[in-house]
């Protein structure tokens, strides 16, 4: 029997969890906890579980779950007390998307990205109290990061290995507790949240290769911005300009935020540190694209009214403080 804590998450691995494909019943007993906090109506976990029957607890009411034999937490995002793991014979396992100690946090997935990690994993890990993700490590399976995935792309390929490997390790449970290995005291990273306060655009230090990183890392939850005249800009539909032919008019010496309108590809070009970036839609109060936003902000008729070039480029937003920061200086301080 066991007790599932999910958050987020899509239903496919809970239906591979509940039966092998040769129709044999894995789990004879199985109840579903989600935190009731925002729209828990939404999560994919708790559509199918009602669909399915099985019942479902809104976290912290857990009921009776003394005669469970093991509990499995997948994106919940809550600690859990020391009381809670001891009531289950072979505690509780995480299913967590990275190569662990690499990445502990709540956003692994984001951070493989972020930073071009070639190679990442899973863990299957058991649940220690008052600290997240410092269990002994069950199970780990190693896999290559592909070519440009997404934060979205690469999410999906280890829910997908996280199932396969939280089915293993159901099926001979005790074989591998009993060979779990605590994690290394080396090469520990952590993944904060994705925050808006990453999303601004630094275009004096960041380049090409750091802003298609962020792009495809942090673009699902939260669009780049930067700022016009003082006005922020969202900027969309990001383009590797390595794909497509080369820009001959565009100039190396340009200063970053320097902006240019590409007419034959419909694309506006911006330069970072040390080359340029490509966006096919912004949002300056409504959505424009490229060609919209040159014809409003950018066309020469414009140009020649204002002595001011700065109002040609986009300014770099810097914030007093980086909140990706001061949340991992919070959390360096808590788990000391």
């Given at each position: 029997?066991?007790?599932?804590?999910?958050?987020?998450?899509?239903?496919?691995e809970e239906r591979r969890g509940r039966h092998l494909e040769t129709g044999e019943v894995l789990i004879d007993r199985l109840e579903v906890v989600t935190l009731s906090a925002g729209y828990p109506s939404k999560l994919p976990v708790r559509k199918y579980a009602s669909q399915s029957d099985i019942p479902i607890?809104?976290?912290?009411?857990?009921?009776?779950?003394?005669?469970?034999?093991?509990?499995?937490?997948?994106?919940?995002?809550?600690?859990?007390?020391?009381?809670?793991?001891?009531?289950?014979?072979?505690?509780?396992?995480?299913?967590?998307?990275?190569?662990?100690?690499?990445?502990?946090?709540?956003?692994?997935?984001?951070?493989?990205?972020?930073?071009?990690?070639?190679?990442?994993?899973?863990?299957?890990?058991?649940?220690?109290?008052?600290?997240?993700?410092?269990?002994?490590?069950?199970?780990?399976?190693?896999?290559?990061?592909?070519?440009?995935?997404?934060?979205?792309?690469?999410?999906?390929?280890?829910?997908?290995?996280?199932?396969?490997?939280?089915?293993?390790?159901?099926?001979?449970?005790?074989?591998?507790?009993?060979?779990?290995?605590?994690?290394?005291?080396?090469?520990?990273?952590?993944?904060?949240?994705?925050?808006?306060?990453?999303?601004?655009?630094?275009?004096?230090?960041?380049?090409?290769?750091?802003?298609?990183?962020?792009?495809?890392?942090?673009?699902?939850?939260?669009?780049?911005?930067?700022?016009?005249?003082?006005?922020?800009?969202?900027?969309?539909?990001?383009?590797?300009?390595?794909?497509?032919?080369?820009?001959?008019?565009?100039?190396?010496?340009?200063?970053?935020?320097?902006?240019?309108?590409?007419?034959?590809?419909?694309?506006?070009?911006?330069?970072?540190?040390?080359?340029?970036?490509?966006?096919?839609?912004?949002?300056?109060?409504?959505?424009?694209?490229?060609?919209?936003?040159?014809?409003?902000?950018?066309?020469?008729?414009?140009?020649?009214?204002?002595?001011?070039?700065?109002?040609?480029?986009?300014?770099?937003?810097?914030?007093?403080?980086?909140?990706?920061?001061?949340?991992?200086?919070?959390?360096?301080?808590?788990?000391?």
């Open positions: 029997a066991g007790l599932s804590w999910r958050r987020s998450g899509g239903a496919a607890h809104d976290w912290p009411d857990l009921g009776q779950c003394n005669d469970f034999d093991v509990g499995v937490v997948v994106s919940f995002g809550s600690l859990l007390s020391e009381e809670l793991i001891l009531r289950f014979p072979y505690g509780i396992l995480n299913v967590h998307p990275s190569l662990l100690p690499r990445w502990r946090g709540p956003a692994p997935v984001f951070h493989t990205v972020l930073h071009g990690d070639q190679v990442t994993g899973v863990t299957i890990m058991q649940i220690r109290p008052k600290r997240f993700d410092v269990g002994p490590i069950v199970m780990q399976k190693e896999c290559a990061v592909p070519a440009r995935c997404t934060a979205n792309e690469l999410g999906v390929m280890l829910a997908e290995a996280g199932a396969d490997m939280l089915l293993a390790t159901l099926k001979k449970l005790p074989e591998c507790i009993e060979n779990s290995r605590e994690q290394s005291k080396k090469g520990a990273t952590f993944a904060p949240k994705i925050n808006i306060a990453m999303s601004w655009v630094n275009w004096e230090e960041q380049t090409s290769e750091e802003l298609d990183r962020l792009n495809r890392a942090i673009s699902c939850r939260v669009p780049l911005r930067t700022l016009w005249m003082g006005n922020t800009v969202k900027l969309l539909d990001f383009v590797d300009l390595r794909d497509l032919p080369l820009f001959p008019a565009v100039t190396q010496q340009s200063i970053p935020g320097t902006i240019q309108f590409h007419k034959e590809s419909n694309i506006l070009l911006v330069r970072c540190k040390d080359d340029w970036v490509g966006f096919r839609l912004v949002v300056l109060k409504k959505k424009l694209s490229a060609a919209d936003f040159y014809n409003g902000y950018l066309h020469r008729y414009f140009q020649e009214r204002t002595n001011d070039h700065n109002v040609w480029r986009f300014q770099t937003h810097k914030p007093e403080q980086s909140l990706a920061k001061r949340a991992k200086r919070n959390w360096v301080a808590t788990h000391r």
